[in-house]
């Protein structure tokens, strides 16, 4: 499609110095736009919808530079940027949610051995304590560690049905108090979150920041801040 799209646009301006024609074409949108539509295909089956009106708004723009209705075509192909742009975010979020997807199930699958224990009344195996998730500087998206870490927090909770939990949300000293408390918060709400699409009842959970109140570990370290960016977990009566 790029080859096609580059050899009519450069008939044009070809024709266009030969005709001595003052117009511009708008060879920065051509170029940016060719970029963005150059890959399109592989977008063709996982965002068809976006993919088609990429290909349409291109094709317009190529009419209209046909036409020399430069400032028609700049518009066109500054719109088919976009939606060959959104048709890649559509892809790459739908692959995103395919591999949470997949990692939640294999996640189950770990589950399901003691589940099936439980069944059995043999619950006498299995995790002995909720693990504290640690997190990233002024993140509280869940890292490939803490979402084993939750495996292990889903499989306790699994075993031991009758316990309620308060999910603490803490950071490290950096930051204002109250972003630091928004921050916790979010924390918080993340790993509960996946620890109800684990299957853990949301009922059992509760969720409260203490911002950077409460430092597992003393001084200005990267050390210690990485040991105060964390969820822990207090079981409740």
């Not at 963005?36 to 965002?47: G, L, R």
């Not at 739908?94 to 189950?108: H, P, T, V």
């Not at 589950?111 to 069944?119: C, N």
């Not at 949301?202 to 597992?216: H, K, Q």
Request: charged letters at 35%; one cysteine or more.
């Amino acid at each position: 499609m790029r080859i096609r799209y580059s050899t009519i646009f450069a008939c044009l301006a070809i024709s266009t110095i030969l005709s001595g024609c003052p117009k511009q074409i708008p060879q920065p949108e051509i170029d940016a736009a060719e970029g963005a539509m150059a890959d399109i295909e592989a977008y063709k089956d996982c965002a068809p919808e976006s993919y088609q009106a990429a290909k349409t708004m291109m094709d317009n723009a190529q009419a209209l530079l046909k036409e020399e209705l430069y400032e028609e075509a700049k518009t066109a192909l500054l719109a088919a940027k976009r939606l060959a742009e959104k048709a890649k975010q559509e892809c790459d979020k739908k692959r995103k949610e395919e591999e949470e997807r997949k990692r939640l199930e294999a996640a189950k699958a770990k589950l399901e051995p003691v589940a099936k224990e439980i069944a059995v009344e043999k619950t006498d195996s299995g995790p002995d304590s909720l693990v504290t998730v640690h997190f990233g500087f002024n993140d509280s998206s869940l890292s490939d560690e803490a979402r084993n870490a939750m495996g292990n927090n889903a499989e306790y909770l699994g075993i031991h049905k009758k316990i309620r939990v308060q999910i603490e949300g803490h950071c490290d000293e950096r930051g204002s108090t109250e972003y630091n408390l928004s921050l916790g918060e979010r924390r918080a709400m993340a790993v509960k979150n996946y620890l109800v699409k684990l299957g853990v009842e949301p009922g059992r959970l509760e969720i409260i920041s203490y911002g950077e109140e409460r430092p597992a570990e003393t001084g200005a370290s990267e050390d210690a801040w990485a040991q105060n960016r964390r969820a822990e977990f207090r079981e409740l009566e």
